[in-house]
């Protein structure tokens, strides 16, 4: 994490060092993790920022590939649709209201995909029982993390591959909607 703010910093370091306390050694006032980064890792790291512009340019091309697939285009989140920023090409995310019958007969045919966001994280155990849980409706953050299915997105993900991934969704929308692909 990058940060000007320096109070924000330092709540990282001590999320980062198990949520130990800025004063005192051995105590623990806030939930954190052993989130230190190895030698290794930070070697890693420095070498793809170095690369970054032509890791992005890669992702990014696949995304564009994925949006020229109208079925995949027609479900893509509407961040792919802008034209305002650029998607960094962690996930290509499409929402589907069958989505778990379309993530089956993707996993079938050999196509790994991620469910990101399931379930909401008012339904995670750790949510439940800290005090700051939220008692309001959740109904569209519901909906948003049942219908999401991130698609495989690597440099390597030639447009064959998209068609291939594009065709075997489509097939699987029109079997569970009597031959319309829906949304």
Not at 141 to 146: D, G, M, P, T, V
Request: with cysteine; proline share 4%.
């Amino acid at each position: 994490m990058v940060t000007d703010n320096p109070d924000l910093a330092g709540r990282l370091r001590r999320i980062r060092n198990h949520g130990e306390s800025a004063t005192q050694k051995y105590q623990w006032d806030i939930l954190g993790s052993n989130l230190r980064m190895t030698d290794i890792a930070a070697c890693l790291g420095l070498s793809q920022i170095r690369r970054r512009h032509q890791i992005l340019g890669s992702r990014r091309d696949v995304i564009h590939r994925y949006m020229d697939q109208a079925v995949l285009a027609q479900f893509a989140l509407p961040y792919y649709h802008s034209t305002s920023h650029q998607p960094n090409g962690f996930t290509f995310t499409v929402r589907l209201q069958n989505r778990n019958r379309v993530q089956r007969k993707l996993t079938e045919a050999g196509v790994e995909t991620r469910v990101m966001w399931y379930p909401c994280l008012d339904r995670q155990p750790l949510y439940k029982v800290l005090p700051f849980r939220s008692g309001g409706r959740l109904e569209n953050a519901r909906s948003f993390s049942e219908s999401c299915l991130s698609l495989p997105l690597h440099a390597r993900l030639r447009t064959r591959d998209v068609c291939r991934i594009a065709a075997i969704l489509e097939a699987a929308m029109c079997e569970s909607s009597g031959g319309k692909a829906i949304c």
